[in-house]
């Protein structure tokens, strides 16, 4: 069995009466990429902040590269690593005195070198000395993964990667990203509303309604589960009927 990057057992969080993660559990192996999906309000976003530390849970447990994550937060922070589309870098700082920022923050060895490394991979050399609060949001995405990548994250968390970026650089990064994850056994949970992004590097996807796992397998396995030509119809299938359903798909022998 791989030894898992990310172990989460019975995670629940509740906002006052709202319960927006419930009994929550699921590993992440080493070097796997885990697609979390749901509508809009199923717990995506308060299971990441759960897993980088920014809240607390109401009750279960967060072990990540082996440690619990409430005991051990700075020295396990410093092996993984975050980017969202909806967190903005500070818009005053230009892109590359966002990025060296953070390779101060991170301890990155060779800093400029690294920075420039990333900028040329996610083609933005050209934009390092723009505002950041000048980008267009495809532009801003792609500063947030160079950002994401400086300190060669073991663990890296990424909330619709690909949201504002059109289709000839959407391709490349999930391009790159599958490439990187195989060159440096990199764990990665990813969250997107794009089901091509889903279908081309995931190799595990957990569904959630209401805050809870309401099915999970590979996408042929989820596919044939509810006997769906793709995980688009998959996806509204579960946002518009999720109440009915309590299962998991199991692979067919």
């Not at 809240?55 to 440690?67: A, L, T, V």
């Not at 920022?101 to 083609?123: A, D, I, N, S, W």
């Not at 490439?179 to 056994?185: C, D, T």
């Amino acid at each position: 069995m791989k030894s898992a990057a990310l172990e989460a057992k019975s995670l629940t969080k509740s906002f006052g009466d709202t319960l927006a993660v419930n009994e929550l559990t699921l590993a992440i192996n080493k070097g796997e990429i885990l697609g979390l999906l749901g509508a809009n309000g199923a717990g995506k976003s308060t299971t990441m902040q759960m897993m980088l530390g920014l809240i607390k849970p109401s009750s279960g447990s967060i072990e990540i590269f082996g440690q619990d994550l409430e005991k051990n937060r700075i020295p396990i922070l410093k092996r993984m690593n975050f980017s969202s589309t909806y967190a903005n870098l500070p818009s005053n700082l230009t892109v590359w005195q966002n990025l060296l920022v953070f390779t101060g923050l991170y301890h990155v060895k060779h800093p400029r070198q690294k920075m420039e490394e990333m900028m040329e991979l996610f083609e933005i050399s050209h934009l390092k000395k723009r505002v950041t609060g000048q980008l267009s949001s495809g532009e801003s995405t792609r500063l947030n993964l160079c950002k994401a990548f400086l300190n060669d994250p073991e663990l890296l968390l990424l909330d619709e990667p690909t949201a504002s970026l059109d289709p000839d650089i959407a391709d490349k990064v999930r391009t790159l990203i599958n490439r990187l994850r195989h060159e440096r056994n990199l764990s990665i949970l990813y969250t997107s509303h794009n089901m091509r992004d889903i279908e081309t590097i995931c190799d595990r996807i957990i569904f959630l309604h209401k805050g809870g796992i309401i099915v999970e397998g590979t996408r042929d396995e989820i596919k044939q589960h509810f006997k769906e030509q793709s995980l688009e119809d998959v996806f509204i299938h579960i946002a518009r009927d999720g109440e009915l359903i309590n299962t998991k798909a199991k692979p067919q022998s």
